[in-house]
């Protein structure tokens, strides 16, 4: 039986919140608003958009 961290439950949905505010031009913001690199935020938008 699997249980999900707290960490991981944070993560997914901060990784949502991020896809749902993406614009199409805002990586840089977004980065700077989560305190994460700008290729990270990239490939979290790239995953969602491989998983449609």
């Known amino acids: 039986v699997y249980f999900p961290t707290e960490k991981m439950v944070y993560k997914e949905a901060r990784d949502r919140e991020i896809i749902e505010q993406f614009n199409g031009v805002n990586i840089k913001n977004l980065a700077s608003k989560y305190n994460m690199s700008e290729s990270y ?3 979290i938008i790239n995953k969602k ?3 449609d």
């Open 41 to 43: 935020v990239r490939s």
């Open 49 to 51: 958009i491989k998983s």
